[in-house]
């Protein structure tokens, strides 16, 4: 049984759960701030399972779509699908319960997230398709990605949001969208060669390696600007500032990872690096919103 759960978490990669997570959670709490970032544990619970199952039935799909794909890559031809670990049609049955999942937990958050899920499903689906007739497939990722901390505060504040309350969703959201371009530029550099020689596209193909690394770099540039300009928007003080630096650091350390390393050393990049990104704004925030600059109780 234990084996089969793992097998499953694997298929999903699971754990990768955390790149979105750590934002919605932040998206959460400044959405909750007059309750010191708390919502209830009912909403508190159901943002986490309309997460987990909207990034299951997206990695899902993208595993069902891409296995032939998969198969002919050295890289990826271990994947459980193209080895023979995960039956197609079992492959099908977690993306159909995951979306029913997502649903379900829509309905019981409130009728705006519910009457918005069946959108959110597509978007996240949708970006496997991407990199068979587009060079941006890395800005659809992007965006299926930016849905979370967009659901997650409108499942606290459903559909009384100020203007204010836009203007901070709609920054942190594009954050988001060059965080994953950026990151996921770097991460299509494993992959140049065969998407190349399979007709894939993507900005690595497009551009050549040392040009979408450039513009991997600007992505995450402005994605910095962006965050700061989320900060002041929410009035926050020393602890976001410190985060941000931490942030910062992380982004150019990841550059200099992926510009001056062997192609094994991308995953360090990708996976440690943004994944102390993610944790670290979420901490930020957190204090930012528990406490007025980090220190004082309010």
């Known amino acids: 049984m234990l084996l089969a759960i793992k097998k499953w978490l694997s298929f999903v990669r699971f754990s990768h759960t955390v790149f979105a997570l750590p934002f919605a959670l932040a998206a959460m709490a400044v959405a909750a701030r007059e309750n010191r970032g708390w919502p209830g544990w009912r909403v508190f619970a159901l943002i986490l399972v309309a997460m987990v199952c909207a990034r299951t039935c997206a990695m899902a799909f993208n595993r069902i779509m891409d296995r032939k794909f998969d198969a002919e890559n050295p890289r990826t031809a271990k994947r459980h699908l193209p080895a023979g670990e995960v039956s197609l049609i079992g492959a099908w049955m977690l993306w159909g319960v995951s979306a029913a999942g997502l649903v379900a937990a829509s309905w019981f958050i409130n009728l705006l997230c519910f009457?918005?899920?069946?959108?959110?499903?597509?978007?996240?689906?949708?970006?496997?398709?991407?990199?068979?007739?587009?060079?941006?497939?890395?800005?659809?990722?992007?965006?299926?990605?930016?849905?979370?901390?967009?659901?997650?505060?409108?499942?606290?504040?459903?559909a009384n949001v100020s203007p204010l309350e836009i203007a901070q969703m709609g920054v942190l959201a594009a954050a988001v969208v060059l965080w994953l371009v950026g990151f996921d530029i770097i991460y299509a550099l494993q992959d140049y060669e065969f998407d190349r020689s399979r007709g894939l596209h993507s900005l690595v193909v497009a551009w050549g390696p040392k040009n979408a690394l450039l513009a991997a770099f600007l992505a995450h540039m402005f994605m910095c600007g962006l965050l700061a300009l989320f900060g002041l928007l929410c009035g926050f003080r020393i602890?976001?500032?410190?985060?941000?630096?931490i942030i910062l650091v992380c982004l150019v350390l990841e550059h200099w990872i992926a510009r001056r390393r062997s192609l094994n050393?991308?995953?360090?990049?990708?996976?440690?690096?943004?994944?102390?990104?993610?944790?670290?704004?979420?901490?930020?925030?957190?204090?930012?919103?528990?406490?007025?600059?980090?220190?004082?109780?309010?």
Do not use: M, Q
């Open 239 to 245: 602890a976001f500032l410190a985060g941000w630096v």
């Open 265 to 298: 050393w991308i995953n360090h990049a990708f996976f440690r690096l943004n994944a102390v990104v993610s944790a670290v704004f979420l901490v930020v925030t957190l204090a930012e919103v528990v406490f007025e600059g980090g220190f004082r109780i309010r």
């Open 115 to 158: 009457v918005l899920s069946p959108i959110a499903l597509f978007v996240v689906c949708f970006y496997s398709l991407t990199k068979r007739f587009t060079d941006y497939t890395h800005v659809f990722l992007g965006v299926a990605l930016a849905l979370a901390p967009i659901g997650a505060w409108l499942a606290v504040k459903g």
